[in-house]
Structure formats: structure tokens, C-alpha cells
């Protein structure tokens, strides 16, 4: 098994920044992509920016040139950073993680992000 936490989230205003960060433990070999996910009241879990093992990257058209994943292999440890915030950019943002060799997907127990106008 995988366990993430997830930490960092919180209230800021619109045109602020948050960093969120998302710690990986237990079984966490073979871990290949690291991706944050969100979703907002009424609204369908969605992918916001992933990472791969090797680096690449990947992210949401609306995010895309305000948010920033990045990722620590040896620590198993991603981050997000969260730069020129939008209150529709408020969700509950989960951590995610796979094991593709192994065919299992992990996620966390979710941090709130509350953007004011």
C-alpha cells in the first residue's frame, strides 16, 4: 500500500499563490506518476497537472502558465504551486498516485483550496 498526505492548502485571494505539497510512504517502488486532481462542489474530480518518473509533465488548459508540478523521486514527494489564483480554482485538491506495473492508483485524503474574490 501507498499512504499520501497531502498539505498547504488554505484560504488566499484571487491573484495570490499557494504550494501544495503531497508525501508519499509505504510500498512507494515503482510509483511512476504523481498527478494533483481537483474537484469543486457539484462538479466532476479532474486532472489538474501530473508528472511522470522521467519528468514530464502534463496540465490542465486552465492552469496551464500559473501552476507549477514538480517532484522528488528519491523522496517521493510532488509539489504544486499555485501562482495567480482564480476563485474558480477553489476545490478540494487530491493528491494521486499509480503504480502501472502493478495496476494500482493511490490517492490522499484531499486539501481545501479557498480562493476569494
Known amino acids: 500500500q501507498v499512504q499520501l498526505v497531502e498539505s498547504g492548502g488554505g484560504l488566499v485571494q484571487a491573484g495570490g499563490s499557494l504550494r501544495l505539497s503531497c508525501a508519499a510512504s509505504?510500498?512507494?517502488?515503482?510509483?511512476?506518476?504523481m498527478a494533483w486532481y481537483r474537484q469543486a462542489p457539484g462538479k466532476q474530480r479532474e486532472l489538474v497537472a501530473g508528472?511522470?518518473?522521467?519528468?514530464?509533465?502534463n496540465y490542465a488548459d486552465s492552469v496551464k502558465d500559473r501552476f507549477t508540478i514538480s517532484r522528488d523521486n528519491a523522496k517521493n514527494i510532488v509539489w504544486l504551486q499555485m501562482n495567480s489564483l482564480k476563485p474558480e480554482d477553489t476545490a478540494v485538491y487530491y493528491c494521486?498516485?499509480?503504480?502501472?506495473?502493478?495496476?494500482?492508483?493511490?490517492w490522499g485524503q484531499g486539501t481545501q483550496v479557498t480562493v476569494s474574490s
Open positions: 494521486n498516485a499509480e503504480r502501472n506495473l502493478y495496476g494500482m492508483v493511490y
Open positions: 508528472v511522470s518518473s522521467g519528468g514530464t509533465t
Open positions: 509505504g510500498s512507494t517502488f515503482g510509483i511512476n506518476i
